[in-house]
């Protein structure tokens, strides 16, 4: 039996466990330790051998320290009402255009997003923000709850991004050029929601009212409440890319620098500490569940071949890369419907990466193509967050907007879905677009 069949059988095993509901990280280890034991004859000996180091080998791992430090910083903004500031802040200056509530929401979204680095924390967080606001202005149930949970996902695409670390770490590529990369391709997605919501507004007046003007007194107000928090982001990224301080240095800083904005600006107390440090050890201790996971289930793969001979296969089949990109775009948009976004590139990039990495993109160097598609696979991945069925953002949104239909909010994001999909074509066709920063700054 061929490398890609056995695979296939493992990745089979896998699907089966997901549909019944088997947590993602526990269903990964179990194919994995399933596929290794046939693969080495039902002989124990070798799955326990491989067993001795794996726990160890990839926690050791240094560079995942800055997993925890960002999920802490992210936590410390949640708990400190840094979420309110950056919504007042950008309600301030667009409240008062039809819709502009509604893109304040998604402008907030992205600042959250740059001290947070997750999607369901994003979504959560502004949704308790906004949700209370677009209700009192009189926005509808689709449009209100559709931008939230569209907007969530600008927690993973602007960076620190927690998915991209990940990236970085399967691949040795630099974290530093990778979050450089996310930036542009993230301030796309925040336009190109803004835009969606114009196009509602104007199609339906009554779905996005303008809210009253502000006096320009308290919109200087609300720039300098914020200003901090923009700072904090701005010497995470250029600290990392500039060399004075790698990733785990710069997520600390940034932790501390929110940590003590949230006491001094959003009034955080004992309780606000411990509930932040007890919110970061669950979601690391779901991420490196899930990390161990992965690694059991791609040991086995390794050693059945199948990324080895998919990726010889491919490149002998003569198909167009951009036939090749554009399937496996679509396997992750196959997979958005099953599982996380973590899961998947957990899952699929020691596959895809070798695949990707043998063909040539618009004459790309090897780092170019590299950081081009971690960026796409992050904009697809985001995708599954939106998505029926599984759509974690919109089923956290709904929950919060408890007199919103489940159909009204799934509805409400489809427009934001068209927007994803044409930026998405567009960084397909202009890989410029995601490694102008890089090449322009060069560490």
Request: proline share 6%.
């Amino acid at each position: 039996m061929s490398g890609i069949a056995v695979g296939g059988l493992i990745f089979a095993a896998l699907m089966v466990l997901l549909v019944i509901r088997v947590p993602i990280g526990i269903a990964m280890f179990m194919a994995g330790s399933g596929g290794y034991l046939a693969l080495s004859g039902f002989d124990s000996t070798p799955l326990l051998a491989s067993l001795k180091n794996l726990a160890y080998a990839r926690l050791s791992n240094y560079d995942l320290v800055v997993i925890p430090l960002f999920l802490l910083m992210g936590q410390f903004a949640t708990h400190g009402g840094l979420s309110r500031s950056l919504f007042r802040f950008v309600s301030a200056f667009m409240g008062h255009k039809r819709g502009g509530i509604a893109m304040a929401s998604i402008g907030a979204c992205a600042g959250f997003g740059a001290i947070c680095g997750s999607s369901l924390a994003t979504a959560a967080t502004m949704g308790q923000v906004a949700l209370p606001e677009l209700k009192r202005h009189g926005y509808s149930g689709a449009l209100a709850t559709g931008a939230l949970a569209a907007g969530g996902t600008l927690g993973i695409m602007i960076p620190p991004s927690v998915p991209l670390v990940i990236y970085a770490i399967l691949t040795q590529e630099s974290i530093g050029k990778l979050f450089m990369a996310a930036v542009i391709p993230g301030l796309i997605a925040m336009v190109g929601y803004m835009v969606v919501i114009q196009i509602i507004v104007r199609l339906n007046p009554a779905a996005g009212p303008a809210g009253a003007p502000v006096p320009w007194p308290e919109r200087i107000k609300a720039m300098l409440e914020v200003l901090p928090v923009l700072l904090v982001f701005v010497v995470v990224i250029v600290g990392i890319y500039g060399g004075w301080a790698n990733p785990t240095e710069a997520a600390a800083i940034g932790a501390a620098a929110c940590g003590v904005l949230a006491v001094l600006r959003g009034g955080m107390r004992i309780k606000g500490i411990v509930d932040s440090a007890l919110g970061t050890a669950s979601a690391t201790a779901m991420i490196f569940l899930v990390l161990l996971g992965a690694d059991m289930l791609n040991t086995a793969l390794a050693l059945s071949q199948m990324p080895a001979e998919l990726a010889a296969w491919v490149q002998s089949s003569g198909a167009p890369p951009l036939l090749v990109m554009t399937a496996i775009l679509l396997v992750y948009l196959f997979l958005g419907c099953v599982m996380d976004s973590l899961a998947m590139i957990l899952l699929t990039i020691p596959i895809f990466y070798p695949v990707v990495m043998g063909l040539d993109f618009w004459g790309l160097s090897p780092v170019d193509k590299s950081i081009w598609f971690g960026i796409l696979a992050l904009m697809v991945v985001e995708i599954g967050l939106v998505h029926p069925p599984v759509g974690m953002n919109v089923y956290i949104i709904n929950r919060l907007a408890k007199d919103v239909p489940l159909s009204e909010t799934f509805k409400g994001v489809m427009p934001f879905l068209a927007s994803d999909l044409i930026r998405i074509v567009v960084l397909l066709f202009f890989p410029a677009l995601s490694l102008f920063l890089v090449n322009a700054f060069p560490s």
